[in-house]
């Protein structure tokens, strides 16, 4: 194994971090709803889910055999049933921590951009994943040292990792922010203005350090580290 990023994880870090630097961007100088990024990330689940049912129909299945569910076929109606359920879950906690941030404050801009800002977030997500599966998956060829168990549980970690961020995300922002507000923005924000934009920030910034972590280690346990 090589020492070191290689180019192809270079590339496909940067456009990752890149793309969630999107919505920080967006929220401070595009006056976006907090709304929009916290949404998008549920939509990016899909399209990892997408490109993780690719991957799994490209790898092998070295598994132990007897029933259907030992069979890669198996394998792969377990992970969509079980990955279905966990995302209907993920959108629950979603619309409910969303829910506590935005009751008695008026969204920044019309619901009609909601939309098209949701959109061009998917669309920069579904590319840096592209490049992600292009570069390293099929480029570096990862499909020969993974099998199908090892894909889905990369996803099923992943699903895992963001239902905990949203779920201590808010105790979290609700203290630390509590604080940051008291000490240098009393005078200046009004205290749900402020909360509506400190909490989708510090959601985006604890998902770019899990997505790099996730990112390197899928890497390193491919062998194209």
Not at 29 to 43: H, K, T, V
Not at 45 to 71: E, R
Not at 86 to 106: E, P
Not at 189 to 206: C, G, N, Q, S
């Amino acid at each position: 194994m090589e020492k070191g990023f290689t180019l192809s994880t270079q590339i496909s870090l940067t456009v990752l971090i890149l793309v969630n630097l999107i919505s920080i961007y967006g929220i401070i100088f595009l006056n976006w709803d907090p709304f929009i990024p916290l949404f998008s990330y549920l939509i990016e689940l899909f399209i990892v889910f997408f490109y993780t049912f690719l991957k799994m129909i490209k790898v092998k299945y070295s598994g132990p055999s007897g029933n259907i569910f030992n069979t890669k076929v198996g394998r792969i109606i377990f992970f969509l049933i079980f990955t279905g359920l966990m995302l209907y879950i993920i959108f629950i906690l979603s619309l409910f921590s969303i829910g506590i941030f935005s009751i008695g404050w008026k969204p920044l801009i019309s619901e009609e951009k909601y939309g098209f800002n949701l959109i061009l977030l998917a669309i920069c997500f579904f590319v840096s994943h592209g490049i992600s599966y292009s570069l390293n998956f099929i480029g570096k060829k990862e499909y020969n040292k993974l099998d199908v168990d090892s894909v889905g549980g990369m996803y099923i970690k992943r699903v895992i990792a963001t239902i905990l961020i949203i779920m201590f995300s808010a105790p979290l922002v609700i203290g630390l922010g509590g604080i940051i507000y008291r000490i240098f923005f009393t005078r200046i924000l009004d205290p749900r203005l402020f909360m509506a934009y400190f909490y989708p920030i510090v959601i985006i910034i604890m998902k770019i350090i899990a997505d790099a972590y996730s990112h390197i280690q899928e890497r390193i346990k491919s062998g194209s580290f």
